[in-house]
């Protein structure tokens, strides 16, 4: 129950609308009742010209229309019945479109409400949750589950108020006319409530599955998608196949088990219904015999009582429906309700623009409680103007040093310090704002050259731009291409060659002009010739900024103004080469096998 409202609540901002919504609702079931009421003329006055008879006491109002029924003549209530059903029924029709209206409308808003801030959600939270995380299993979150709720709001919701109303409905009229058939039906509701109850638990546990197994699908196909490139270089093709079509064989049992859950209650409830048609048939033939109830009547009673097994039948589908809501609402919430381990405080200062150096102070850090230190009592310090080369084995923490600095993460003791100030006490912008990094991954986004160089700098001229690509060593390919700037470079830079994304990225940085430059191995995965324009790049965006590189390259390290040595997150050497040639084995350990072979 406590999760069903917290799936409510995402229809705050709604309620008006809701309320008239369910207001229609309620009309169109009570003209659906009203409708059926017309068999009692049509049968009794029109075609058998005999008067209504019903044994039970009905309300004046009703016993009065009766009367004036049965006193009518039989032509001026031959032509007067088909006009009356007509009206009631396009009023009706009317007023179903508009509730129809309305609910899809609700659903499609809170549709894109949540999916919105679910994207905030996941822009506020801290890289820690994304490490965690499958790219394609937050997809599934943003698109399939939301997509799940949408259908409870417009489907779902609409026949929780549209069904019990519709069962009250046909119960009234049953009761007021044949208050021994409607007993009868009660006493067989138990037999469809009982198996709804099983059938619900078992839906509840197949929904949960069937939406994991959807995000398997989602994360299998982000990663064969966006490492086709490998796939096809290892010939891996049916690898891929056979694995698709595992996760896939795996959802279509999910499914059909929810088909086979959800499509018993049909023969259950068809059952139900035609044990309760028969008990009615057999008890109150003998009344219709006798003339103690006339056959419009009687017909009236069996159809409203059956119409009573229809919106139960339907309740059964729509508890499915929600069962997979209710799943997907707690993906969503987990989501929502995840807090960002890296805040920035609400009196957050403004980082004022660098100007001497950055101090590490007793600094370390871990990405789990329980995982261990990957960074142990680091004690650094980054004077201005200076290039600062770290190095290291392969998980030496080299990378988590880096992503300190712009507050990527929090240390879990110690202190970062911008010229004396803690980077805990500053604000996200003004801190960021002095960080330009170029990884070894270069991340482009599916737009022109243009807004990719100008990304997180929009107010750039196109001088600027085109400026930050002469300096880049960008401006040659893309003055090749078909509308220059203005050209889309596909998903993730598809059609550029992986010099030519490293450039744009380095272009991208140099319209940012920030004091401090982050570079992440940044040619690392190049070809030589494309690697001599990145570095040429490089070297002209370096001038006059203070660097941190994680460098491969000895040209980098020979003329850095420090080499910081990492060793099993701890600092094991620190100088210029030549000191530690001498003073660090590990680094003339590295150097000799790595360092001087490039």
């Not at 049968?43 to 004046?60: G, L, S, T």
């Not at 229309?65 to 009706?92: E, Q, Y």
């Not at 997809?139 to 709720?149: A, E």
């Not at 060793?567 to 080469?577: D, P």
Request: some cysteine; aromatic content about 8%.
């Amino acid at each position: 129950m406590k999760n069903y409202l917290k799936l409510l609540k995402f229809l705050k901002g709604y309620e008006g609308r809701f309320g008239v919504a369910v207001v229609f609702i309620v009309l169109s079931s009570l003209f659906e009742g009203v409708q059926l009421t017309f068999i009692l003329p049509v049968v009794d006055r029109i075609f058998e010209n005999k008067p209504i008879v019903i044994p039970n006491k009905v309300p004046a109002v009703l016993a009065h229309l009766v009367n004036k029924l049965n006193a009518m003549d039989v032509h001026t209530l031959f032509w007067l019945t088909p006009l009356c059903f007509m009206v009631l029924f396009t009023i009706k029709q009317v007023v179903l479109f508009f509730s129809d209206y309305m609910m899809n409308d609700i659903a499609q808003g809170v549709m894109r409400d949540v999916r919105s801030r679910v994207f905030e959600r996941m822009q506020t939270l801290s890289l820690d949750f994304f490490s965690r995380k499958r790219t394609g299993e937050l997809i599934s979150r943003i698109t399939n589950d939301v997509g799940t709720i949408e259908n409870a709001i417009s489907y779902a919701v609409t026949d929780l108020v549209k069904q019990p109303v519709l069962i009250v409905v046909f119960m009234v009229i049953s009761i007021m006319i044949n208050t021994k058939g409607t007993i009868i039906v009660l006493l067989m509701f138990p037999l469809i409530g009982w198996p709804m109850v099983l059938i619900n638990r078992k839906l509840r546990k197949i929904a949960k599955n069937t939406q994991e197994k959807m995000a398997d699908i989602n994360s299998l196909l982000m990663e064969t998608i966006s490492g086709v490139r490998i796939l096809k270089a290892f010939g891996t093709e049916k690898y891929e196949i056979q694995r698709f079509r595992h996760q896939s064989h795996d959802y279509y049992k999910l499914r059909m088990k929810t088909f086979i859950n959800m499509n018993m209650m049909g023969p259950i409830t068809e059952m139900v219904g035609a044990l309760c048609g028969m008990a009615i048939l057999l008890i109150l033939g003998n009344d219709v015999l006798g003339g103690h109830l006339s056959f419009g009547v009687f017909l009236l009673s069996i159809i409203s009582i059956t119409q009573v097994i229809r919106p139960i039948k339907r309740m059964a589908n729509v508890m499915t429906i929600v069962q997979q809501a209710l799943v997907a609402n707690t993906r969503i919430y987990e989501v929502l309700e995840t807090k960002p381990t890296v805040v920035e405080r609400q009196d957050a200062l403004e980082l004022e623009t660098f100007k001497s150096k950055i101090t590490m102070e007793g600094v370390s850090f871990s990405y789990e409680t329980d995982s261990g230190l990957v960074l142990s009592d680091i004690d650094l310090v980054l004077k201005k103007g200076e290039l600062v080369a770290v190095v290291g084995p392969t998980g030496a923490g080299k990378s988590t040093l880096v992503n300190l600095i712009p507050r990527f993460y929090d240390a879990v003791k110690g202190r970062v310090l911008f010229d004396g100030t803690d980077v805990r006490g500053v604000s996200f912008k003004s801190l960021r704002g002095q960080v330009g990094i170029v990884t070894q991954e270069a991340i482009l986004f599916n737009d022109t050259v243009r807004n990719n160089i100008a990304y997180g700098t929009f107010d750039v001229t196109l001088d600027g731009i085109q400026q930050a690509a002469r300096m880049a060593f960008a401006d040659r390919f893309i003055e090749k291409m078909p509308k220059g700037y203005d050209t889309f470079i596909g998903d993730r830079g598809f059609r550029l060659s992986g010099g030519e994304k490293q450039r744009l990225t380095i272009a991208r940085a140099i319209v940012k002009n920030p004091p401090i430059l982050i570079l992440d191995e940044a040619t690392s995965q190049l070809d030589s010739e494309s690697e001599k324009y990145v570095q040429e790049a490089l070297d002209k965006l370096m001038m006059g900024r203070t660097v941190i590189a994680i460098a491969h390259r000895l040209s980098t390290i020979m003329k850095a103004d420090k080499i910081v040595v990492l060793e099993h997150g701890k600092i094991v050497g620190q100088g210029r080469h030549d000191d530690l040639l001498f003073s660090c084995p590990l680094y003339r350990r590295l150097y000799e096998t790595q360092f001087r072979a490039a």
